[in-house]
T-cell receptor, first 112, second 116 residues
Framework: DGGITQSPKYLFRKEGQNVTLSCEQN?????MYWYRQDPGQGLRLIYY???????QKGDIAEGYSVSREKKESFPLTVTSAQKNPTAFYLC???????????FGSGTRLTVV | AQKVTQAQTEISVVEKEDVTLDCVYE???????LFWYKQPPSGELVFLIR??????QNEISGRYSWNFQKSTSSFNFTITASQVVDSAVYFC?????????????FGKGITLSVRP
């Protein structure tokens, strides 16, 4: 079955370390997105990519980086510059013909 | 800029009550899409409905119904005869068609608690 796989489900990081969250889709979707969720804040867009080798900053991109070398993959790196990285991270994808969004099951990142 | 407002933050009802979740949106686009998602405690987002801006027909799916009114920029969601399993966080979202507006903009969510 097609879908989006996010890994790992839970991730712990020490302060000052970079960490990369994985997002892989086999839906042949062109666009991919990363959202961050904090309690009471809803979901906020970090980065998005509409085609391979191209991506744009979202509303809260500071302290994050992404790459889109393959259509299927859109990894998110949380760098040490991100001051409050503890959050729930959701990846999504969407077809070029503006079909619905498909979301992964999320990664819960905790800084210890 | 696009904006979605869910003024209600928490709602608590007793099972079998009807409940309406409000959603008001702002956009300058003439073509756009509106969504509702459910997020149970597991964290996954469950898609409920997508409506495009040219289709103002109300929709009913089982106990769920949606009322889209462009005149008031609202897209409200009603659960009839609520059940304990309806307890979750509900998000309303908006997306445009081109460029930066093709992203999905979410409201802050409404936490619904249905008590037995």
């Amino acid at each position: 079955d097609g879908g989006i796989t996010q890994s790992p489900k839970y991730l712990f990081r020490k302060e000052g370390q970079n960490v990369t969250l994985s997002c892989e889709q086999n839906l042949n979707h062109d666009a991919m997105y990363w959202y961050r969720q904090d309690p009471g804040q809803g979901l906020r867009l970090i980065y998005y990519s509409q085609i391979v080798n191209d991506f744009q900053k979202g509303d809260i991109a500071e302290g994050y980086s992404v790459s889109r070398e393959k259509k299927e993959s859109f990894p998110l790196t949380v760098t040490s510059a991100q001051k409050n990285p503890t959050a729930f991270y959701l990846c999504a994808s969407r077809r070029r013909d503006l079909g619905g969004y498909t979301f992964g099951s999320g990664t819960r990142l905790t800084v210890v | 800029a696009q904006k979605v407002t869910q003024a209600q933050t928490e709602i608590s009802v007793v099972e079998k009550e009807d409940v309406t979740l409000d959603c008001v949106y702002e956009t300058r686009d003439t073509t756009y899409y509106l969504f509702w998602y459910k997020q149970p405690p597991s964290g996954e987002l469950v898609f409920l409905i997508r409506r495009n801006s040219f289709d103002e027909q109300n929709e009913i799916s089982g106990r769920y119904s949606w009322n889209f009114q462009k005149s008031t920029s609202s897209f409200n969601f009603t659960i009839t005869a609520s059940q304990v399993v309806d307890s979750a966080v509900y998000f309303c979202a908006l997306s445009g068609v081109t460029g930066a507006n093709s992203k999905l903009t979410f409201g802050k969510g409404i936490t619904l608690s249905v008590r037995p």
